[in-house]
């Protein structure tokens, strides 16, 4: 029975790989094992819990203020000891985070063949989104098969001079992920409601749900400011709104996205903490930790909007039809926008309250965002891909 080892490092990888995790246990044909780098700790961790994944190794490289050298190295210098052992017949690996990038590269060192999911991406800017861009390229180069999840990334593949033969468009798993955890949620919305409610003091009732996350480098320093400034500006100027924004456990974004709230309201945010900031005397800007994957899944389903400089959640809100706002100056994920279901304000405050007012006070513009068609997936990517490595490996 050949062997897989599925490896990655952070929260969107976990969520984007467990529906293979769990098509390939189902499957039987292969053997398959999972290493963690665990470049995320925490928000790592929830998504294994919440899959049921317990990771046959765990390399545990997180350190409060890593940077780019940080996790190459160490992820670097842990997977040669994994793959020496396991030998596998084939890694795979997701996305564009540097446990991608590192994983590819280690595996090639050891001349195991690589297959990439979520191949085939480009902003063709190697600084927007950083490292990311980058680190998805050099992973193209370094991989064996190519999962492309949509006709525009198999064709960049194309042009960069993969042979059509090793790329397969299957669809992205996110939507797998999210399908699985809209129909959980959905069955039980009172509870998440209340699950809310107890513990973040966070009531949703009659106001319009503005969600929002930022957690891109590209955007560290200026990008946050304006961001700040904007969320302030739309609570200020839309009494019906309310703002809530999972904090990223970052302390590039904890820090200044606290301390410019404090500064606005002139009175102390704690740090990590749920807080509703009160401006005008009402408490419609929120802020939380992050959130679980099941309980911002159900925020994304009550949402009027999203907004986001994300890449994962670019691509669920839509299939949720909700309005995207996208906190970037480019994208490499682009037929959102072509679908009409996403658009791109920057990290700029007057286009974003320019971008979430239009879409609060004209009805046709929104709901023509609302119903374009999500073009990410079916929710059968996964099962794509296991049939595919049957056939190919
Ligand atoms: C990483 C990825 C990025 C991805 C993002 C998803 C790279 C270079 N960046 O960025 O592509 O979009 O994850 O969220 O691969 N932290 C915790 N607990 C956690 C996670 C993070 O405390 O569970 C804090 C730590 O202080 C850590 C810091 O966040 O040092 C930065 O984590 P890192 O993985 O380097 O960067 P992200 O911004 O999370
Ligand atoms: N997500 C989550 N809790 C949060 C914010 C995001 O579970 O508080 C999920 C989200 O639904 C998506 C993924 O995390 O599946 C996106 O991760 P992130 O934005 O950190 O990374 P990116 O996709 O930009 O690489």
């Known amino acids: 029975m050949k062997k897989i080892l599925l ?124 490292p990311e861009e980058l680190n998805r390229r050099l992973t193209g180069v370094l991989a064996d098969y190519h999962f492309a999840p949509t006709d525009w990334a198999r064709d960049n593949l194309l042009a960069e001079g993969v042979p059509s033969e090793r790329i397969w468009v299957t669809g992205n ?20 409601s209340h699950y809310l409610k107890d513990r973040y003091g966070l009531s949703l009732d009659h106001q319009r749900l503005l969600l929002v996350t930022g957690h891109r480098r590209e955007n560290f320093g200026e990008g946050f400011r304006q961001i700040c400034l904007a969320l302030r500006d739309l609570v200020l100027q839309h009494p019906e709104v309310h703002l809530v924004y999972p904090v990223h456990l970052n302390p590039q974004v904890q820090q200044p996205v606290y301390s410019m709230m404090t500064e ?9 903490q749920a807080t509703s900031i009160k401006l005008n005397g009402g408490g419609r800007l929120t802020l939380l930790p992050p959130l679980d994957y099941a309980p911002f899944v159900y925020l994304m389903s009550r949402s009027y909007l999203v907004l986001t400089d994300s890449g994962g959640i670019q691509e669920e809100a839509p299939a949720l039809g909700k309005p995207v706002l996208v906190m970037r100056e480019v994208t490499e994920r682009p037929e959102g926008v072509w679908a009409g279901t996403v658009k791109l304000v920057g990290a700029e405050r007057e286009q974003i309250f320019q971008g979430v007012s239009e879409l609060l006070t004209n009805p046709n513009l929104y709901q023509s965002m609302a119903q374009a068609q999500n073009p990410y997936g079916d929710g059968c990517a996964a099962a794509r891909i296991i049939q595919i490595l049957k056939e190919a490996i």
């Open 264 to 272: 606005a309201v002139g009175a102390m945010v704690k740090m990590g």
């Open 173 to 192: 798993t996110v939507i797998d992920a999210l399908q699985w955890m809209a129909q959980k949620v959905g069955s039980e919305p009172g509870f998440w």
């Open 7 to 130: 490896i990655f490092g952070t929260r969107p990888e976990a969520i984007k790989m467990a529906p293979v995790v769990m098509r390939l246990s189902e499957a039987g044909t292969f053997q398959s094992r999972v290493a963690v780098t665990a470049q995320h700790r925490q928000m790592l961790d929830q998504v294994l819990d919440l899959f049921n994944i317990t990771p046959d190794y765990d390399l545990d490289i997180m350190s409060p203020a890593q940077d780019l050298f940080d996790i190459t190295g160490q992820a670097l210098a842990g997977l040669k000891g994994v793959l020496r052992q396991e030998q596998p017949d084939l890694v795979l690996v997701h996305g564009d985070t540097t446990t991608t990038l590192v994983a590819a590269l280690a595996a090639f060192y050891l001349q195991i063949p690589v297959g990439h999911v979520e191949a085939g991406l480009r902003t063709r800017d190697k600084h927007r989104p950083y």
